[in-house]
T-cell receptor
Framework: GNSVTQMEGPVTLSEEAFLTINCTYT??????LFWYVQYPGEGLQLLLK?????DKGSNKGFEATYRKETTSFHLEKGSVQVSDSAVYFC???????FGQGTELSVKP | GAGVSQTPSNKVTEKGKYVELRCDPI?????LYWYRQSLGQGPEFLIY????????DSGLPNDRFFAVRPEGSVSTLKIQRTERGDSAVYLC?????????????????FGPGTRLLVL
């Protein structure tokens, strides 16, 4: 069946460091792929999405590219800020299948 | 505009009791979803409504769990004979549910969740 495997956390970075959070998936068909973010004390919110192979989703400096050949949707940001500290979830579209989440902590 | 709202925000109950959790989706969204999130885990799908009907209830863990959406808007998740293992955050989400498009590509908008604790 469909599944998502996400890089384990927690990840701790210094401000302005480069971020990669790995996400790979197994799916029948070509569902959309999503990154959701959960800031401390807040609900889940969409960060970015891609609906087909080779699509790149981007928002708030974050990017992820839908790679069919490697079945991946890795999240990247060139320079993280303290305000990016949150839990990040990769998800497969439809009745969403989520990864287990990666906690990111950015230190000043 | 108003987002997805859920009530109550917290619910404490005793083992064996019955609970109801309510979700108000974004106005005009025909698709509504329930998920359950245990501590340190990603949300897990429970049930999906398209309009008034449950289009997919494959995620409901057993027959103690039931959900309704009688008028195609507000939904209630009902849990009978609660068990300690039911303790979790219950999340509701909605999406436009565009006709013919399916839900694969739609963004789901989440509510803040109901934190259920079964003692």
């Amino acid at each position: 069946g469909n599944s998502v495997t996400q890089m384990e956390g927690p990840v701790t970075l210094s401000e302005e460091a480069f971020l990669t959070i790995n996400c790979t998936y197994t799916a029948t068909g070509y569902p959309s792929l999503f990154w959701y973010v959960q800031y401390p004390g807040e609900g889940l919110q969409l960060l970015l999405k891609a609906t087909k192979a080779d699509d790149k989703g981007s928002n708030k400096g974050f990017e992820a590219t839908y790679r069919k050949e490697t079945t991946s949707f890795h999240l990247e940001k060139g320079s993280v800020q303290v305000s990016d500290s949150a839990v990040y979830f990769c998800a497969l579209g439809g009745k969403l299948i989520f990864g287990q989440g990666t906690e990111l902590s950015v230190k000043p | 505009g108003a987002g997805v709202s859920q009530t109550p925000s917290n619910k404490v109950t005793e083992k064996g009791k019955y609970v109801e959790l309510r979700c108000d989706p974004i106005s005009g969204h025909t698709a509504l979803y329930w998920y359950r999130q245990s501590l340190g885990q990603g949300p897990e799908f429970l049930i999906y409504f398209q309009g008034t009907g449950a289009a997919d209830d494959s995620g409901l863990p057993n027959d103690r769990f039931f959900a309704v959406r009688p008028e195609g808007s507000v939904s209630t998740l009902k849990i009978q004979r609660t068990e300690r293992g039911d303790s979790a955050v219950y999340l509701c989400a909605s999406s436009p549910g565009l006709a013919g498009g399916g839900i694969l590509g739609e963004t789901q908008y989440f509510g803040p969740g109901t934190r259920l604790l079964v003692l």
